[in-house]
């Protein structure tokens, strides 16, 4: 192998496949970059077998095609300290390269592409769909703070995308919330739908570009395929059947809460600080037209509580939350107003923006109370 290519781009490219770089593997292999130079193309693969990322550079002068591995840190170490230049990487011998730059050279090991794990993609069930990257994004940042981390039910670790041809959700949750997210533009011809474990979604979110338009999702029962720009993300699919959600979703709470999402959030905080640590367990006490929060820890002596003006219509009502989940939902939302449905003080509450938001914000949330 030996190709010209700046030390900037390469950097740029190994980075952004980086993230599948095991800290540690029962397969050393693993820890390094697979280089693959077909004509000016050069194709950077990096996976742990559960994740794995690919990107495409083009290279300024491919002089001899190859294929190799390259060890992670090293190269990616090296490329830090050096100036944007043309570098030159070429193989001096069965199992070392050479990196030349102006003023000087880098030698390092290499080992055979053939030890290289194959990475298996889809196979002919495959189903493929288009996704807004924007919408794959906020739909991502949106639920992934709800997902468990559960080893007696490991579906419950990820984000289950439910695609149909009314639309697709994203669902998350770990049994105290569940959270929701509509994209009705991104629809399936069938019923199909797969769990995508929080890391793989984490990494997505943070590689997909503000310039993406689309990302081309191919998925089978084992095995997902995000493509966007020149970067292909293969991930390892939860295997296990999600819960039917729908059925948990509250149909007919009656009392109802209107405020602004702002104002609700910024007193949930102020309240919770005097919050039993252990718990962070706070009460809601509605009546009509008026919301007071309270909090208080008995070990320690200390109390707070406030009166926030809001719109309620429903029977007076006393209900307790934990101010964590509280405050998660509120801040993974974007609307002015929320609503906030109760049906009583034991069963679940559901936040949805205010119904003239419904355009801009498609998350909703279900909580569950704890006793006080």
Not at 156 to 173: C, K, Q, W, Y
Not at 316 to 344: Q, R, W
Request: proline letters at 5%; aromatic letters at 8%; glycine letters at 4%.
């Amino acid at each position: 192998m030996k190709l010209i290519i700046s030390s900037a781009e390469l950097l740029k490219g190994v980075l952004s496949v980086s993230k599948a770089i095991p800290s540690k593997s029962a397969l050393p292999i693993l820890e390094n970059f697979l280089f693959d130079l077909k004509g000016s193309s050069l194709e950077i693969t990096a996976s742990d077998m559960e994740l794995t990322l690919r990107t495409v550079l083009e290279v300024d002068n491919a002089v001899e095609e190859g294929k190799i591995a390259i060890p992670a840190k090293h190269i990616t170490d090296l490329l830090k300290e050096l100036p944007d230049q043309p570098l030159t990487i070429s193989t001096v011998s069965d199992s070392s390269f050479e990196c030349r730059w102006a003023t000087g050279s880098s030698t390092l090991p290499f080992f055979p592409a053939e030890d290289y794990p194959e990475i298996s993609g889809t196979d002919e069930t495959a189903v493929k769909v288009t996704f807004p990257a924007e919408e794959l994004v906020n739909g991502i940042s949106g639920t992934i703070y709800a997902t468990a981390d559960d080893e007696i039910r490991p579906v419950m670790n990820g984000i289950f995308f439910d695609m149909g041809p009314e639309g697709t959700t994203l669902v998350a949750s770990d049994s105290h919330k569940l959270i929701c997210y509509n994209a009705p533009d991104v629809r399936t011809e069938e019923k199909s739908s797969f769990i995508l474990h929080k890391r793989p979604a984490a990494v997505l979110r943070s590689i997909i570009g503000k310039d993406t338009e689309n990302a081309e999702i191919t998925f089978d029962q084992k095995n997902a395929v995000f493509t966007f720009g020149k970067t292909v993300v293969v991930c390892r699919l939860i295997v296990g059947k999600y819960p039917k959600y729908r059925d948990v979703i509250p149909q007919n709470n009656s009392n109802v809460l209107k405020i602004d999402r702002a104002l609700f959030l910024n007193t949930v905080r102020r309240v919770s600080v005097c919050a039993n640590k252990a718990s962070n367990h706070i009460k809601f006490d509605l009546s009509a037209d008026s919301l007071e929060i309270s909090a208080q820890d008995l070990g320690f002596s200390i109390a707070a509580y406030e009166k926030i003006p809001c719109q309620y219509n429903g029977d007076e009502l006393s209900i307790g939350f934990k101010s964590t989940f509280i405050i998660e939902i509120l801040s993974n939302m974007s609307c002015g107003e929320i609503v906030m449905k109760f049906a009583d003080s034991k069963r679940a509450a559901l936040i949805v923006p205010a119904e003239e938001e419904t355009d801009s914000d498609r998350t909703c949330g279900i909580i569950m109370p704890i006793m006080f």
